[in-house]
């Protein structure tokens, strides 16, 4: 492993409310509501030679995941758009990871947060493939922990704190000398990884899992469409952990993870083939073609 930069102490500068702040300056007061009580939703984007794929459908998502956690962004979608194009532009990048973020304030402290403004910031920074070497395909671990019911948690919004049991699960799956943790939902039924959604293969269509408490991923929307394109059949379903064994492929798409094959989930092994490589041939086409205007 390389030497990892601190993410606080880099050159460049940072979109925050409306202006440009240098990188090592974007820091939020201690007693701010986002980091006590998980108040703060996200986005993750890529920028592929200059474009950042599906950038609008990205901002509108973090709009509804701050009003599914009951604030409003101070931002317009169109303004937000502006602001990480002017922001991927100072950083010198084409191909980039975009990070939007909105949060409240230390205006108030406690659990009631009214007072307290909302802020929003974008960071960019380079980061290549999420995983080492993922083409050979990843080992998956099974976590102890479980996606929450819709009834416990605004699951469908991007919001930091349900990321906490996922932290969990990598942690205790990177322990093992796994590279990340397969979760099942609160039914037992097989989720998502701690930060992308997986699909399985057999004979030579695609099964995907469609739960209640799963955040409507942007790039499984995208897969979805290309194995529609490619006439690939795509089941969308409840997936139980007694059918792990039946499939011959599985991979997992996130915006991070792209599309990456697995090769292991707890002792069952997959091998990738025509639906992975298809797969990761057709994204890799779709994020670098040229973006179309007007």
């Given at each position: 492993?390389?030497?990892?930069?601190p993410?606080?102490?880099?050159d460049?500068?940072?979109?925050?409310?409306?202006?440009?702040?240098?990188?090592?300056?974007?820091?939020v007061?201690?007693?701010?509501?986002?980091?006590?009580?998980g108040?703060?939703?996200?986005?993750?984007?890529?920028?592929?030679d200059?474009?950042?794929?599906?950038?609008?459908?990205?901002?509108?998502?973090?709009?509804?995941?701050?009003?599914?956690?009951?604030f409003?962004?101070?931002y317009?979608?169109?303004?937000?758009?502006?602001?990480?194009?002017e922001t991927?532009?100072?950083?010198?990048?084409?191909?980039?990871?975009?990070?939007?973020?909105a949060?409240?304030?230390?205006?108030?402290m406690?659990?009631t947060?009214?007072?307290?403004?909302?802020?929003?910031?974008?960071?960019?920074?380079?980061?290549?493939?999420?995983?080492?070497?993922?083409m050979?395909?990843?080992?998956?671990?099974?976590s102890?922990?479980?996606?929450?019911a819709?009834?416990?948690a605004?699951?469908?919004?991007?919001?930091a704190?349900l990321?906490?049991?996922?932290?969990?699960?990598?942690?205790?799956?990177?322990?093992?000398?796994?590279?990340?943790?397969?979760?099942y939902?609160?039914?037992?039924?097989?989720?998502?990884?701690?930060?992308?959604?997986?699909?399985?293969?057999?004979?030579?269509?695609?099964?995907?899992?469609t739960?209640?408490?799963l955040?409507?991923?942007?790039?499984r929307?995208?897969?979805?469409?290309?194995a529609?394109?490619?006439?690939?059949?795509?089941?969308?379903?409840?997936?139980?952990?007694?059918?792990?064994?039946?499939?011959?492929?599985?991979?997992?798409?996130?915006?991070?993870?792209?599309?990456?094959?697995?090769?292991?989930?707890?002792?069952r092994?997959?091998?990738?083939?025509?639906?992975?490589e298809?797969?990761v041939?057709?994204?890799?086409?779709?994020?670098?073609?040229?973006?179309s205007?007007?």
């Amino acid at each position: 492993m390389g030497e990892i930069i601190p993410y606080d102490d880099r050159d460049g500068v940072i979109w925050w409310n409306g202006e440009f702040v240098p990188w090592r300056e974007a820091n939020v007061h201690i007693l701010t509501h986002g980091l006590h009580y998980g108040s703060c939703v996200f986005e993750g984007e890529r920028a592929y030679d200059g474009n950042i794929f599906k950038s609008r459908t990205h901002t509108e998502r973090l709009h509804r995941s701050a009003e599914l956690l009951g604030f409003e962004l101070p931002y317009t979608v169109d303004e937000i758009e502006t602001a990480k194009i002017e922001t991927l532009s100072k950083s010198g990048l084409g191909s980039a990871y975009i990070r939007p973020v909105a949060w409240r304030g230390s205006e108030q402290m406690g659990v009631t947060a009214k007072a307290s403004r909302i802020h929003v910031a974008i960071a960019i920074w380079h980061w290549g493939d999420y995983f080492a070497n993922k083409m050979e395909g990843i080992r998956l671990a099974i976590s102890e922990w479980r996606r929450p019911a819709p009834e416990t948690a605004p699951v469908k919004s991007k919001a930091a704190g349900l990321y906490m049991i996922c932290t969990l699960s990598k942690h205790a799956a990177e322990a093992r000398g796994f590279n990340d943790a397969l979760m099942y939902d609160y039914k037992g039924r097989v989720a998502e990884c701690t930060g992308a959604h997986i699909f399985f293969g057999r004979d030579g269509e695609l099964h995907t899992p469609t739960g209640d408490c799963l955040l409507d991923g942007i790039t499984r929307r995208t897969i979805l469409d290309i194995a529609a394109a490619k006439g690939v059949v795509t089941h969308e379903r409840d997936i139980m952990p007694d059918e792990l064994d039946q499939f011959d492929e599985c991979f997992i798409v996130g915006t991070a993870a792209e599309v990456t094959p697995v090769r292991e989930i707890e002792g069952r092994s997959y091998t990738p083939g025509r639906l992975c490589e298809l797969m990761v041939s057709e994204y890799d086409a779709l994020t670098r073609a040229p973006v179309s205007v007007g």
